[in-house]
């Protein structure tokens, strides 16, 4: 039985949120060819996620068995969240381009689950990711336009961003879906027309992946 687990990390709630639309879309297509499979659904913005703090980076790099009560406490959200990530066959992400970048939340997640000794290690002083054999894909959307050949292209600093990190803990089969332009329904352009092209990207991998 395969295992989603589907992110969120825009502010905005339900159908007012362009990525929690894709991602609402990816996780049924995903169903309907997954029939039995198990979803794990992670708000963001309903999840509290402290910064990394000093005592944060002095329990991670306490070797496991030798944590105090606080410093294990301290780890408490992060070893949740990376069990969420070790069950999951997959993921899918739904992010808000924030400044160019992804929304805070999702960086604050990032910091909890690329650690040391649990999704990352040191092989011969090279970093291995422990979340191998895993499928990342993130829905982003955007209020401009950034498509290759575009004037903005350049200014995407989400995907050349969320490669990397994935790429750390080992997660490195990852594919992009940008709805580019949302802001266009200010301006009275259909929310659908705007989505299409996504959805239609959404509907083409996932079909896909089960012919392969
Ligand atoms: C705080 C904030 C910052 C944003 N920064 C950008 C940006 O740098 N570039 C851009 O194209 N759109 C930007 N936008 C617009 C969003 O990317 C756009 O509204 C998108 O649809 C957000 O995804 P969502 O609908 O799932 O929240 C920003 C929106 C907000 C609220």
């Given at each position: 039985m395969s295992t989603l687990l589907r992110v969120d990390s825009s502010p905005l709630k339900g159908?007012?949120?362009?990525?929690?639309?894709?991602?609402?879309e990816f996780v049924q297509h995903w169903q309907a060819s997954h029939p039995g499979g198990r979803i794990?659904?992670?708000d963001?913005?309903?999840?509290?996620?402290?910064?990394?703090?000093?005592?944060?980076?002095?329990?991670?790099?306490?070797?496991?068995?030798s944590r105090t009560q606080p410093q294990q406490e301290i780890l408490a959200i992060s070893d949740e969240l990376i069990a969420?990530?070790?069950?999951?066959?997959?993921?899918?992400?739904?992010?808000?381009?924030?400044?160019?970048?992804?929304?805070?939340?999702?960086?604050l997640w990032i910091d909890q689950v690329v650690r040391v000794g649990k999704t990352f290690s040191y092989e011969n002083g090279v970093i291995a990711g422990r979340l191998r054999d895993k499928k990342?894909?993130?829905?982003?959307?955007?209020?401009?336009?950034?498509?290759?050949?575009?004037?903005?292209a350049g200014m995407n600093f989400v995907?050349?961003?969320l490669r990397p990190v994935f790429g750390t803990i080992g997660a490195r089969d990852t594919s992009f879906i940008n709805a580019g332009g949302t802001a266009q329904v200010r301006f009275g352009v259909n929310r659908d027309t705007i989505?299409?092209?996504?959805?239609q990207s959404i509907r083409t991998q996932l079909q896909q992946a089960q012919v392969a």
């Open positions: 159908d007012a949120s362009f990525s929690r639309q894709l991602t609402a794990i659904t992670r963001l913005v309903a999840t509290t996620l402290p910064p990394v703090s000093a005592e944060w980076i002095g329990a991670a790099y306490s070797p496991a068995a969420e990530l070790e069950a999951a066959d997959e993921y899918v992400f739904g992010v808000a381009m924030h400044n160019f970048s992804i929304p805070s939340v999702l960086k990342a894909t993130f829905l982003v959307a955007s209020g401009g336009v950034y498509e290759p050949g575009t004037p903005a995907e050349p961003y989505l299409q092209p996504a959805l």
